[in-house]
């Protein structure tokens, strides 16, 4: 059974950083792809940034771009979000997100439809 726990979030003012954990768990996710995805009560989920080992390719959306860094450690089969100069539209619950299936599809667009999610984490950035 796949787990996904993150950590890491927490209370920032702006211009601050974060750093996102997720460790996964039930399976091997080397070709998975793993992302992370943000939602605000009443509002649609939002795909931040996507990372497919298999291309070594990493997808922000661009209301991130230039200030997140998504990357992975497939030893420890953990996914990171290193966040830069945040900003208070940046406060969300950011979830963790993986799929067996989209490999070639492995965009930030896609990360909120991916099969597995953990239960999240808040970040909250204050002006």
């Known amino acids: 059974q796949v787990q996904l726990v993150e950590s890491g979030g927490g209370s920032v003012q702006a211009g601050g950083s974060l750093r996102l954990s997720c460790v996964a768990s039930g399976d091997k996710f080397d070709t998975w792809c793993m992302g992370w995805f943000r939602q605000v009560p009443g509002k649609e989920r939002e795909g931040v940034a996507a990372?497919?080992?298999?291309?070594?390719?990493?997808d922000y959306a661009d209301s991130v771009q230039g200030r997140f860094t998504i990357s992975r450690n497939s030893a420890k089969n953990t996914l990171y979000l290193q966040m830069e100069n945040l900003k208070p539209e940046d406060t969300a619950t950011y979830y963790c997100a993986v799929d067996p299936t989209r490999r070639a599809t492995c965009t930030a667009l896609v990360v909120g439809e991916l099969r597995f999610r953990g239960q999240g984490t808040q970040v909250t950035v204050s002006s």
């Open positions: 990372h497919y080992s298999g291309f070594e390719r990493a």
